[in-house]
């Protein structure tokens, strides 16, 4: 597994790459022995070290998770590996056991990519970022924004919408830090939408009302 080690606001030393290197590897391994890649970033700021780690375990399957500490980088470090390491535990035996049907062709052919636009919350700075990042995607940061009365659009992305089988959509959500994942439902084709809820149970919305049990 090829691993990514990057700092945000900080240099990482031999020491954490090490420590990175071989927490992400054992947590994996023990668990999921064909992932792909996986990238480690620590940052530091004002309140802190977090450090976030992201493992393609399959082309369609990441596993997310975050830690933080007030002090200590490699605690931090510890914190995410632990995380991924229980999602990891608790999904185990559906990763090995699911059944996919799916031919990548099939998957390739049904996906759609759809336009992303990220907007300024109420909440947020009234500068906007001087830079946005996103993988595969590119951005286009709008400036213009101070001079008129819309609600200023700070980046323009893409967002793939994947052919999935509703147990594959929450597992792929359970696994990741995203709060929500659309999806092509593949029993119809039509679009799904699973969502964590603030009980931290998994809702699912099928416009078609094909529901089942998840």
Known sequence: M?????GKNIETGAAFQRHAEDGLQDVVNKYFADAIA????????????????KV??????????TGHDTRDAHIAL??????????LRRHKRRLKSHRNNLTEQEVAEQTITASLSIYESAAS??????????PNSNTDIDTSYKDSDALPIIAQLSYEV???TVEQAVMQLELSDEPCLMFRNASHLGLNLVYKRNDNMIAWVDPRGNRGDI
Request: aromatic share 2%.
């Open 2 to 6: 090829d691993i990514k080690i990057s």
């Open 38 to 53: 996986a990238a480690v970033t620590l940052e530091k700021t004002l309140a802190g070290f977090t450090v976030k780690t």
């Open 56 to 65: 393609n375990l399959t082309k369609r399957i990441d596993l997310e998770s």
């Open 78 to 87: 510890d914190a995410a590996l632990s995380h991924a390491e229980k999602r």
């Open 125 to 134: 700075n009234t500068e906007p970022p001087l830079s946005t990042e996103t």
């Open 162 to 164: 994947e052919l999935l």
